[in-house]
């Protein structure tokens, strides 16, 4: 496989749909938000009313979905033919994405449809297994975090920007939540790769962090 991948893995709020988002721009590499396929599953259960203890049901739904990408300023994702995008980044949307995600089958349907993100002349994948599991020969491997104290105040301010209420230690309280169930699923649990560069974006720009990822590839 010569087609070059850069993955970028970390928790929710790192940064990192920003960071990969700018930097696939900036290489004109494809861009693959991992999370969303997880997340498109997740509004796929709640429309077929599939219970989430219904694993055979759950695996069924991630077999059957057809999803279509469509990568501008902001993601957007039809599924079936239907326009998804505003469902995409509840909050409910992304506990439902982080439930499933634990289950072995989920992942193992879901594998092909990520790996199929690596078309020439690249890819920048973004997600918690991309250098550990989905594309593990990648020649670039970033893992990218920030304090949860950081990552919360950063999603409380984009809560509020959109004139949607929101409550900073209610807002910390779940991400926190969130860290722990990826990272302690037995199943390609959210974990740096042996061969990442850590970046720890707490007191970072963006364009800093995407600057640093940049003389990475150079
Ligand atoms: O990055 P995100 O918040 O959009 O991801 C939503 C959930 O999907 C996350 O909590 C766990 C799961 N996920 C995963 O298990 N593996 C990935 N590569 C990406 C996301």
Same mark, same amino acid.
């Given at each position: 496989?010569?087609?070059?991948?850069?993955?970028?893995?970390?928790?929710?709020?790192?940064?990192?749909?920003?960071?990969?988002?700018?930097?696939?721009?900036?290489?004109?590499?494809?861009?693959?938000?991992?999370?969303?396929?997880?997340?498109?599953?997740?509004?796929?259960?709640?429309?077929?009313?599939?219970?989430?203890?219904?694993?055979?049901?759950?695996?069924?739904?991630?077999?059957?979905?057809?999803?279509?990408?469509?990568?501008?300023?902001?993601?957007?994702?039809?599924?079936?033919?239907?326009?998804? +995008?505003?469902?995409?980044?509840?909050?409910?949307?992304? %506990?439902?994405?982080?439930?499933? #995600? @634990?289950?072995?089958?989920? /992942? &193992?349907?879901?594998?092909?449809?990520?790996?199929?993100?690596?078309?020439?002349?690249?890819?920048?994948?973004?997600?918690?297994?991309?250098? +550990?599991?989905?594309?593990?020969?990648?020649?670039?491997? %970033?893992?990218?975090?920030?304090? #949860? @104290?950081?990552?919360?105040? /950063? &999603?409380?301010?984009?809560?509020?920007?959109?004139?949607?209420?929101?409550?900073?230690?209610?807002?910390?309280?779940?991400?926190?939540?969130?860290?722990?169930?990826?990272?302690?699923?037995?199943?390609?649990?959210?974990?740096?790769?042996?061969? @990442?560069?850590?970046?720890?974006?707490?007191?970072?720009?963006?364009?800093?962090?995407?600057?640093?990822?940049?003389?990475?590839?150079?």
């Amino acid at each position: 496989m010569g087609i070059p991948v850069l993955t970028i893995d970390g928790p929710s709020g790192a940064g990192k749909g920003t960071v990969s988002r700018l930097v696939a721009k900036k290489l004109g590499w494809h861009y693959l938000d991992s999370g969303s396929i997880y997340r498109s599953l997740a509004i796929a259960l709640q429309l077929a009313s599939v219970d989430l203890a219904d694993v055979p049901g759950i695996v069924n739904v991630a077999e059957a979905m057809a999803l279509e990408f469509e990568c501008g300023d902001e993601l957007a994702v039809r599924l079936d033919g239907v326009d998804i +995008t505003p469902q995409l980044g509840l909050e409910s949307t992304g %506990v439902v994405a982080s439930q499933v #995600a @634990a289950l072995p089958d989920v /992942r &193992r349907v879901l594998l092909q449809k990520q790996q199929d993100f690596r078309k020439p002349p690249g890819l920048v994948a973004d997600g918690r297994d991309m250098g +550990t599991v989905v594309f593990p020969d990648a020649k670039n491997k %970033v893992f990218l975090t920030a304090s #949860a @104290a950081k990552r919360a105040e /950063r &999603r409380y301010k984009q809560l509020i920007e959109k004139a949607i209420d929101a409550n900073l230690i209610q807002i910390q309280k779940a991400i926190e939540e969130r860290d722990r169930r990826d990272m302690e699923r037995e199943n390609a649990p959210l974990a740096m790769a042996r061969d @990442a560069l850590y970046i720890d974006s707490s007191d970072m720009t963006i364009a800093s962090v995407v600057e640093e990822i940049l003389n990475l590839i150079h």
